[in-house]
């Protein structure tokens, strides 16, 4: 009441927003309101806009739904003035960023990077102890996992090179790009350009099922790894196929029959080259040697059978595995094993490799040795020596400037490791448990970069990536007339470009003095048990069969593995078989020869699979680009010795 007058104020009047539907709007309130999975919030506002539609005063809508007539009034406004919009869920600020972007960026860069050691993977908290000691922030475990969520990132799968260990303002300049994207100058444009390559091959053929892909080269700094399993190359192959049901199974059996452990046959081996003849399409459905006899293993191990399972790409992603781009040959485990997670640590040899030169041989083994074409342009035998190699180069190239005498991959650090070996070269020496001598200057490697450099400046030789689809292109049309490769190279061309059938055969390595003899290794493989198996007798049983009964030995050698006993080695059967991809040359003698001869003392390093990922942006670069192959070692030597320094090693002649 006011004062001295004893009536009651006037109570402002509120307007009644009116909400008209016509029959063309009226349909989407009348879905949402009876959806059974729209938000809550949403079909109340459609049930209100309805009830107003219909006539119905705010009170007599808020007593219907059990709301307050504010909220009636809300829904009316909103809809009145946004239409459908305005019953939508409204943007909400939410809490206040806690942690800024350096921070994140931080956490990013752990997890792209390599644990400390002992540690194999990052966890959740390790990551929240390496951001408190880089950007000295206090960051909880569970919002490491957050942030890391939202990105997409799992740093169990992820190998990267965020973080520069050789750039010491790295977190200046990341604040730096941080500010470009928060407070951009105006009138200006931020481009962010990725380091994928350009385009630097012509598109893949198109398909009827796909379109044209451009070829650019592989990105080498990326965050996340990018590259393709084995199972997902297939996957993409086979879906450009029109077989279904029974056929598209068999065919798929067929791919996967040779892949029973991590040393298969490379990707490449698996595929057909674009333009290549199809195989029969028969054969299709049978399954290799390898397959049919692992059911011959003795059954020692009653109620423990397990049917066999060909699935190479998950072994090769669990394994932490991938194939790098323009490389066939999947890549090693990338940490070593602690010797508590192997059972017994017992050595089972698998697959020897030797390795040669001149045009693949025809198994896998290590044994050096020299495949090439038998074509009569080449107007000449495998050399000898490498004198004689350089000498039958110049005469290549010269009779057609488009032909090789061979390629050479700028990312092989296993082709170059091979060829120093070979040449007496023991550049990596360890001693203990932490001391490491590298010297890539030794006698052996500098006559390899001594060649090589003089190869490659003269255009004698192509320095292209290998395994690719182009690269098997030139090797059935005899753009290379040779191969340095192992023993195992005549599986991958027998099953990649069989047409070249009776145009390869095999030869020893060249040799740096005449009549020598040496050999070296490139590759092998090994079956080991995890102490997590629940079956490690009857693993260890089989592994133990598999690389050592005759039967099981023999059919390894019947899919092209070169043999990992010395029994079959010497066996008369193996030495005189005929391979039909070498015009039935008995090359398995070629093979035994070069394995007996593999020069004694080569040592790796602890971490020679970081060595080899970084080949290519120091000794590879020398190679693509024609120019000292000596300077480009010695920029691999300081790359890999810093690395091992790091890593808590003592390493000598960084």
């Keep these: 009441m006011t004062e001295g007058s004893g009536r009651c104020p006037a109570v402002p009047v509120v307007p009644v927003v009116p909400v008209v539907l016509d029959e063309e709007t009226r349909g989407a309130p009348q879905r949402i309101a009876s959806s059974a999975k729209a938000q809550v919030r949403q079909v109340l506002g459609a049930r209100i806009v309805l009830a107003a539609a219909g006539g119905a005063g705010n009170a007599g809508i808020a007593r219907r739904l059990a709301v307050g007539v504010n909220t009636v009034r809300k829904w009316r406004g909103r809809f009145a003035g946004r239409g459908l919009e305005g019953l939508k869920d409204a943007v909400r600020s939410g809490r206040p960023r806690r942690y800024d972007d350096l921070v994140r960026v931080a956490v990013v860069a752990a997890a792209t990077g390599i644990p400390p050691a002992p540690a194999a993977t990052w966890t959740h908290t390790a990551i929240a102890a390496q951001v408190a000691g880089s950007v000295f922030a206090s960051i909880s475990a569970s919002q490491v996992g957050r942030i890391l969520a939202g990105l997409d990132l799992k740093p169990h799968k992820v190998r990267g090179w965020l973080t520069r260990r050789d750039t010491p303002d790295f977190w200046d300049r990341v604040q730096d790009v941080c500010a470009l994207y928060r407070t951009q100058p105006k009138g200006a444009i931020v481009l962010a350009i990725d380091v994928r390559g350009l385009r630097s091959r012509p598109a893949s053929d198109a398909t009827p099922h796909t379109p044209p892909v451009p070829q650019t080269d592989p990105p080498r700094h990326r965050a996340r790894c990018r590259a393709g399993s084995h199972t997902d190359r297939l996957r993409r192959l086979r879906s450009r196929s029109p077989e279904r049901g ?29 333009g290549a003849p199809p195989q029969d399409q028969g054969q299709r459905g049978q399954r290799g040697p390898g397959t049919r006899r692992v059911h011959e293993a003795p059954d ?152 090589w450099t003089s190869l490659l400046s003269k255009h004698l030789v192509d320095p292209t990536a290998g395994w690719t689809n182009e690269w098997w292109q030139g090797m059935s049309s005899g753009k290379y007339a040779m191969w340095i490769a192992g023993a195992w190279g005549a599986g991958p061309i027998a099953a990649t470009i069989p047409q070249t059938a009776g145009k390869w055969a095999a030869a020893p390595v060249p040799q740096w003095e005449a009549g020598g003899t040496a050999s070296a290794e490139n590759g092998g493989s090994s079956n080991a048990v995890p102490v997590t198996s629940k079956n490690k007798a009857a693993a260890v049983a089989f592994a133990e069969w598999l690389n050592s009964d005759p039967a099981a030995t023999k059919a390894l050698s019947d899919v092209g593995l070169f043999p990992a006993t010395t029994a079959l080695l010497k066996d008369p059967a193996f030495l005189n078989k005929k391979i039909a991809i070498l015009g039935g040359q008995q090359a398995n003698q070629v093979y035994a020869g070069s394995s007996a001869q593999v020069n004694p003392g080569w040592q790796y390093l602890p971490f020679q699979v970081y060595a080899n990922s970084v080949f290519k942006d120091t000794a590879g670069q020398a190679v693509s680009g024609r120019t000292d192959l000596s300077a480009g070692l010695t920029a691999w030597q300081k790359r890999i010795a810093d690395y091992g320094n790091r890593q808590g090693f003592t390493v000598t002649g960084g």
């Design 300 to 451: 020692r191990h009653q109620g423990r059978h397990r049917r066999p399972r060909h699935r190479p790409g998950r072994v090769l992603r669990a394994a932490g595995n991938g194939t790098v781009e323009g490389s066939g040959e999947p890549r090693r485990l990338q940490r070593p094993v602690p010797q508590g997670q192997v059972h017994r640590l017992r050595l089972v040899a698998g697959h020897h490799q030797r390795r040669g030169l001149r045009r693949p041989p025809g198994h896998r083994s290590a044994d050096h040795v020299l495949p090439h074409r038998r074509l009569q342009e080449a107007q000449a035998a495998a050399p000898k020596t490498w004198k004689e190699f350089a000498d039958d180069a110049a005469k290549i190239h010269a009779a057609d400037p488009t032909h090789y005498i061979t390629s050479i991959d700028p990312g092989d650090a296993g082709g170059v490791d091979s060829l120093i070996w070979q040449a007496g070269g023991k550049p990596f020496q360890t001693s203990g448990s932490s001391k490491v001598s590298i010297n890539l200057k030794d006698a052996g490697a500098t006559k390899v970069s001594t060649l």
């Design 246 to 274: 029974p056929d598209r199974r068999r065919a798929r059996q067929a791919d996967h029959a040779d892949l029973l452990d991590l040393g298969a046959q490379p990707q490449a081996d698996r595929r057909q080259v674009r």
